[in-house]
């Protein structure tokens, strides 16, 4: 029996919480962790679970997304036969509100029709998580379920699996049923099909708001968390860079942060997450903050509580803070000079 | 053509397992991304790597080439080990030898001008500079040399020119040097001339087939072209522990002119994507490189960490080179001393250089230990 699975990415969805990190760019290609995007974890499970062939369904601003992915070759998806996949909606213009992912699904129907593998798992493209997705394919088939969904806690995580079979009767049905999305097949209570849920009780958090991106994103300051997502035997994969170790200079103190490859740091940086090419000057104080990509920090400057997105320049002297309740995100490409105004 | 055969057995333990080429250096390289990235950096996308000595992890390493972006459709990089003829096995047995046996490969190419690199440098050089210069001079071949200090010129390969850079002598490691240009090992060749050469080499019994001590010498003698071209800038032969660990610690050098940040001339990698580092609360950092996958929980300064190395609570680490997925035990007292590839040093270990540089690896650690 071909138990293979295919992966589905379902990057459709918007999430207004994130606003301000995805004005830009989708919610998959949010940057994570110094040097992840949030989409790396849930493509680097699949591969790990020896899924071969991932198509991803993505929706608006897919620019940065497809800059991230390439040829898949990071994730060893670059293949002749299978490899991964890139089907934005051709019905992008067409209406103004959300036909929903099966809808999305259903466009690209050949893809589905041609794919030889028997399993189909159906995730989205912004939890955190780092899970092996075979005991899961196992669970299900032992189970005879014909629609698995992933809890955690009660709590769906937007992963499911069935048969390839079982998924393109729900896409033929769809309007008879008014399934939107795989989340109203999975919670219909009078659905014909065997619907089970999975508890999965390892670390999993979807990030759909800005404060449960800075609290995952400050929980990977916990050893017993960071244990979890980075595992050497199933790596997060994402598009590397050629960037040298971190540099430390004579002036630096660093504690309690992650810090990723071509940083130069030569200030005082605390409970912070500091992404690839972050500098950092002399006598500047960096504290509870997520540094993107880089961000520029001069000298004398003080940022506390903040998210600041990639290429972000804080002119020498210049103090930025917000409270520890409510960290505020610097925009993208912004300059904060010592005589602009917060 | 690069030359990656080298045992390099004064890197001792280093390389029991690895040739030269392969060794790691500077947080997150190996001498080889080097030469290689410098030919990727100067528009050479045809490289054949020529092994010999412990290929494994050389080979898998190099692979097909995309780290340095070599994966081409047309030349790209080619792993030329020594091979069998129908009459016998044809190990190289020098830097000419290992060039003859690969003339099918230059065939193949029928080039212009042949490059000939080491793989035990470390130095960032645009070859395409030294190419324009060899074809203005109309040079048969060109050795890229550099100013060495006067006391140290007899330990190198020296050239004496004229006013237009001319070689009229070269002397091998001269007791009284009149010259302060020491070869790099770094030689463009007009194919053609490279070519007869290597055949007049192999045809002479007597010949030990190296370039410096017996193809060089030879053109000089019949009055070829010999031109040398000046190098300025990084310079290093990591053939030693001691000069490998005096290269890392260049690196930790503010105005050390070996710039790894340089986004014009990036040096390249085979990335182990690893996650970022993780510094603890009670980690002290100062002058340090420190490369993913680290964990961080000690006092590390003037230090080079290699990607996925531990350094625990309480270790004091002070001028040293931990290579990747070594860990440094709780307490520790490490100080001059480079620690070989995933080699465990236990809690409370004292390792201090008195004089010569140490190497820690798993064979010695015991031994260094009871000491």
Not at chain 2, 288 to 308: K, P, W
Request: net charge negative; glycine share 8%.
């Amino acid at each position: 029996m071909n138990k293979s699975m295919l992966g589905i990415i379902d990057s459709t969805m918007v999430h207004a919480g994130l606003e301000e990190l995805t004005l830009h760019r989708s919610a998959a290609a949010i940057p994570f962790g110094g040097r992840y995007r949030l989409i790396d974890f849930v493509l680097s499970n699949m591969v790990n679970s020896g899924i071969q062939s991932v198509a991803i369904f993505p929706k608006l601003q897919y620019r940065s997304l497809m800059d991230h992915l390439g040829s898949g070759r990071n994730w060893d998806l670059n293949r002749k036969r299978d490899g991964l996949f890139f089907f934005p909606s051709p019905s992008l213009n067409k209406s103004v509100t959300d036909p929903g992912s099966l809808e999305h699904f259903a466009e690209h129907i050949d893809f589905f029709n041609r794919s030889t593998q028997e399993y189909v798992v159906i995730a989205n493209a912004n939890t955190v998580y780092n899970m092996d997705l075979v005991p899961l394919l196992d669970w299900h088939i032992e189970s005879g379920c014909d629609i698995t969904e992933v809890r955690k806690d009660g709590a769906s995580l937007g992963i499911y699996l069935v048969k390839k079979t079982t998924l393109l009767e729900l896409l033929d049905s769809r309007e008879e049923s008014g399934y939107l999305s795989m989340r109203d097949a999975a919670n219909d209570l009078r659905s014909q099909y065997k619907l089970c849920y999975y508890n999965y009780d390892g670390y999993a958090v979807t990030i759909d708001s800005i404060d449960k991106y800075y609290a995952v994103s400050m929980n990977l300051l916990r050893p017993e968390i960071w244990k979890q997502l980075f595992l050497k035997e199933r790596p997060i994969l994402t598009k590397v860079k050629d960037e040298p170790p971190a540099r430390y200079s004579k002036t630096a103190a660093v504690h309690n942060s992650m810090v990723a490859n071509g940083g130069e740091i030569e200030g005082t940086v605390e409970n912070s997450i500091i992404s690839r090419g972050v500098k950092i000057g002399k006598g500047a104080v960096v504290k509870n903050c997520i540094i993107m990509q880089k961000s520029q920090i001069g000298e004398n400057c003080v940022v506390e509580n903040l998210i600041m997105d990639k290429e972000v320049k804080i002119e020498a002297g210049v103090k930025v803070t917000a409270s520890p309740e409510a960290p505020e995100v610097i925009r993208k490409g912004t300059i904060k000079g010592a005589r602009a105004t917060t | 053509m690069l030359l990656a055969g080298g045992q390099g057995s004064r890197l001792n333990s280093l390389t029991h397992n690895i040739a030269k080429p392969a060794v790691p250096f500077g947080g997150k390289y190996r001498i080889i991304d080097f030469p290689l990235s410098n030919c990727t950096n100067s528009g050479i996308y045809t490289v054949g790597v020529l092994t010999q000595y412990q290929p494994l992890i050389l080979n898998t390493y190099i692979g097909i080439g995309s780290a340095w972006d070599l994966d081409r459709k047309d030349g790209g990089v080619t792993v030329l080990p020594p091979y069998t003829a129908s009459s016998e096995v044809k190990w190289y047995t020098g830097t000419a030898s290992a060039i003859f046996q690969n003339l099918n490969y230059l065939h193949q190419y029928d080039p212009e001008y042949v490059l000939i690199l080491s793989g035990d440098h470390i130095y960032k050089m645009n070859y395409e500079w030294m190419l324009n210069y060899h074809a203005e001079k109309g040079a048969d071949v060109s050795i890229s040399v550099i100013e060495v200090p006067w006391e140290e010129a007899s330990r190198f390969g020296i050239m004496n020119t004229d006013a237009d850079m001319n070689v009229v002598e070269f002397d091998e490691k001269p007791e009284n040097p009149k010259s302060n240009l020491a070869s790099m090992g770094i030689y463009i060749f007009k194919w053609k001339v490279l070519e007869e050469y290597l055949l007049k080499d192999e045809a002479n019994p007597t010949s030990s087939h190296d370039f410096g001590k017996d193809i060089i010498p030879r053109m000089l003698e019949e009055g070829k072209k010999l031109v040398a071209y000046p190098y300025k800038g990084y310079w290093k032969d990591v053939g030693t522990v001691h000069s490998l660990w005096e290269a890392n610690m260049d690196l930790l050098d503010e105005q050390c002119e070996l710039n790894l940040f340089d986004q014009s001339w990036r040096i390249y990698s085979v990335n182990p994507n690893q996650p970022p580092q993780y510094i603890s609360p009670e980690a002290q950092l100062s002058e340090s490189l420190i490369n993913e996958g680290c964990t961080i929980e000690g006092d590390v300064n003037r230090t080079v960490v290699f990607q996925g190395a531990t350094i625990s609570k309480g270790a004091v680490v002070s001028e040293s080179v931990i290579m990747p997925d070594a860990i440094i035990g709780k307490d520790c007292l490490i100080d001059k001393v480079i620690v070989a590839p995933g080699t465990i040093v236990p809690d409370g270990s004292v390792l201090k250089s008195s004089g010569d540089i140490l190497l820690v690896s798993d064979d010695t650690l015991a031994e260094l230990l009871a000491h």
